[in-house]
């Protein structure tokens, strides 16, 4: 097992924010996280990458507890992260912001690293020397998977990535993902395009209010009526963000 989350419970102040989430992610894997707003996916990812503390429970990598573990030492030994809201720096070349995602990492070619990450996002690479905050939205998002992947993660936590990308770049983000998991790279991906993600993954969570309520492989969750009408209805959504107050 690559990664362990056992039981852990997160609190913002006196929220309880995750209510004792356990999950698991074998190497190689494409796992998905589904649920509704506030359920607590980004969360997990936030804990399992160290930026949030947990309370109670345990996370395991590579076979060692690294509950305690400072979110820098987690990026050295594996665990990556391209947060929701891309979190890339504005001022900074599209290449300074990529190689910003190795500076933890001494000992190897930096050079290599890049070329792969302009392979798997030519836009990238046309737009070396642009500042990373004229960036569109989808390229901004590019940049940001692209940052974690300079730290050569065994795991890459995606948050989030398709969020509010055109449908064309939303498939074109899906398959760079599909892309860099084919290429050595386990995944663990959070997203609201349940669909998608779902098609996508090899197996799946679906978190509410702070706990796992279903766990299987992917497309048996496609075909459950319970998915279907809480997360798979794709254009309900859309009608429901219209009308909503
Ligand atoms: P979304 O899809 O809307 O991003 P999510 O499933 O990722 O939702 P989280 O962001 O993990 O959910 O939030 C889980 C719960 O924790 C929510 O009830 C949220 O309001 C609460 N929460 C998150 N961040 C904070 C914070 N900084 N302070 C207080 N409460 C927070």
Not at 58 to 81: A, E, L, N, T, Y
Not at 130 to 150: N, V
Request: aromatic letters at 4%.
């Amino acid at each position: 097992m690559l990664l362990e989350v056992e039981n852990i419970a997160v609190h913002y102040g006196k929220i309880a924010a995750l209510k004792g989430v356990s999950l698991q992610v074998d190497s190689g894997e494409i796992v998905a996280l589904i649920g509704a707003n506030g359920a607590g996916k980004t969360t997990t990812l936030k804990t399992i990458s160290g930026l949030r503390p947990l309370t109670a429970g345990r996370i395991s990598f590579d076979g060692k507890d690294i509950s305690r573990m400072p979110g820098h030492r987690r990026v050295v030994v594996g665990i990556g992260q391209a947060p929701e809201g891309r979190g890339i720096f504005p001022g900074m070349s599209v290449q300074e912001n990529l190689l910003m995602g190795s500076y933890a990492r001494k000992r190897f070619n930096k050079e290599a690293e890049l070329a792969e990450v302009y392979e798997l996002f030519p836009r990238l690479a046309e737009r070396k020397t642009q500042a990373g905050g004229t960036m569109s939205g989808g390229e901004q998002q590019m940049l940001a998977i692209g940052r974690a992947l300079m730290a050569k993660p065994k795991v890459l936590l995606l948050d989030e990535p398709s969020m509010g990308l055109a449908p064309i770049l939303v498939n074109q983000i899906f398959s760079i993902i599909s892309e860099i998991n084919r290429r050595g790279t386990t995944v663990l991906l959070v997203e609201q395009n349940a669909t998608q993600a779902l098609q996508l993954a090899d197996r799946a969570y679906v978190l509410e209010t702070g706990r796992v309520v279903k766990s299987a492989p992917a497309h048996d969750l496609l075909s459950d009526p319970e998915v279907q009408a809480a997360y798979l209805g794709g254009d309900l959504d859309t009608e429901v963000g219209a009308d909503g107050p």
